[in-house]
């Protein structure tokens, strides 16, 4: 059982090329969410899904999008890099039913910079 | 949403218990208080949650407030490995969705 996986871990990109995070659970969990860190700071969300084809937007969606066609993966996009998106990226899971909502389990992380 | 306010920093002997404030004094009826920990730059690891009752578990206890606007996240015996930012995050009302604020940073002294 490895949880979420997120790849890769580093990647290095010039301004305007684009790259798609991956992120792919194995316990079956309905929710998922990815997240952005900046240095010295908490987490802020970027988009999060429900389930296989519905996603919303977070806090912070601009320069993003997501997709999610199965359970298990949910990818997030990087169109134009920015070097204001050079960040630390987390995806999670979480499985929820009605107001109650599991906890999440966190990836280790992809270190994305953008030169 | 309801937010939380916690301290930004904190030290603890080693051996000794590490309480961790927070506030979230707007929290509503049906939202949950999540406790989380991040160390180094590892994805934030889950620690505790509660609704109205204390909880404990192999990790750490949760004293909620009778009024739940205020919450102290307990590490019975603190080691050096639980040296790490500690964030406590109320459940977005109606939504799913987390809101981190800066957390606590606790330091466990030797």
């Known amino acids: 059982n490895a949880g979420v996986t997120q790849t890769p871990k580093f990647r290095i990109l010039k301004i305007g090329q684009s790259m798609t995070l991956q992120c792919a659970q194995d316990?079956?969990?309905?929710?998922m969410y990815w997240y952005r860190q900046d240095p010295g700071m908490g987490l802020k969300l970027i988009y999060y899904s429900v389930g296989a084809g519905i996603t919303d937007k977070g806090e912070v969606p601009n320069g993003y999008n997501v997709s999610r066609s199965t359970t298990e993966d949910f990818p997030l996009r990087l169109e134009l890099a920015a070097p204001s998106q050079t960040s630390v990226y987390f995806c999670a899971s979480s499985y929820s039913t009605g107001l109650f909502m599991g906890p999440q389990h966190f990836g280790d992380g992809t270190r994305l910079s953008i030169l | 949403d309801a937010k939380t306010t916690q301290p930004t920093s904190m030290d603890c002997a080693e051996g000794r218990a590490a309480n961790l404030p927070c506030n979230h004094s707007t929290i509503s009826g049906n939202e949950y208080v999540y406790w989380y920990r991040q160390i180094h730059s590892q994805g934030p690891q889950y620690i505790i949650h509660g609704l109205k009752n204390n909880e404990t578990n192999e990790m750490a206890s949760l004293i909620i407030t009778e009024d739940r606007k205020s919450s102290t996240l307990i590490l019975p015996h603190a080691t050096l490995r639980d040296t790490a930012v500690y964030y406590c995050i109320v459940q977005g009302s109606g939504t799913y969705k987390y809101i981190f604020g800066t957390g606590t940073r606790l330091k466990v002294l030797a």
């Open positions: 316990m079956n969990h309905n929710y």
